[in-house]
């Protein structure tokens, strides 16, 4: 497949007046991002309008480098040898809040080659903003460590999510509500709401609380999987016919839960306040597991290490 992301853009923002729209659009869909996409070095194009705010019209253009916009082929057959067409309805003539811009791709140094085929988005959310030179540095480093991070969680946000929307109303109407005094039913709920907030000290106190627990769990699971032989009991539960198959689906939640908090812990930072504010959430939650929970149940395994 043809490449069609490069480490350069080429940006053109318009308004158009209402009796020149229907002209304007006509002559960029038909002539002018067909010769502009000809030139070589120019990888993709595409035309958008604005949901919100402005200028209306927006086309981008993805560049094999910035250093396109010098070449013999740019500036000698589309940029200083302009068509009637466009000599008579570009931007430039008939627009208004006309901006040219073109960047360089700074974060990340390179295109990722999974995504060096892709098609034009369909939708872009766009911002344009000058940054006092004093701050850029920080601004950058904040911006390419936090913010782009941050954003491309959004998925599996949504996605965990849904999940605890499923497995939430599904164990409380099968178990009921004191199961989730379970210290790994609260770390799944835990780690979605820091994963939300991006809280250091909840992901840190959620690892804490059942990173060793969830090991020993998959460990016990997969060997009995693999070997049929039972080791520690605590995964016995998934190993009962008795319990449908549902319920035991959606409990292999233990198995990326301490993966993934490592992960979340790795992504945020380790807090250091986790140890004792765990330690104080653990002196509520033991008690209540002992006082209130069926022995038979044996929440936490606050009557001895085993199934439940």
Known sequence: MATTRGTGLLMRWTDVDPQHEAEFNRWYDEEHIKRLTSVPGFLNGGRYVALKGGPKYLAMYELEDHHVLRSAAFLDEVRYKPSPWRQKTSGGHVGRNYILNAYRQIFPARTNPVEATMEMPPYLQMGRMDIPAAMEE??????????????????AKIAYTLFLAVLVPVYWAHYGPKNFLWFSDTALL?????????SPLLASMMMLAVLLPECAWNLDFF???LTGHRMFGMSAYMFDAGIPRYLRALSLFHVPLPIGLVWLVHRLGYDRRAWLAQSLLALVVLPVSYRLTDPAENVNWVRGLGAP
């Open 223 to 225: 060997g009995r999987l």
């Open 138 to 155: 920080e601004f950058n480093a904040w911006y390419d460590t936090v913010y782009i991070p941050g954003y491309l969680t959004i998925g």
């Open 190 to 198: 835990g780690a979605g709401v820091s994963l939300w907030l991006e």
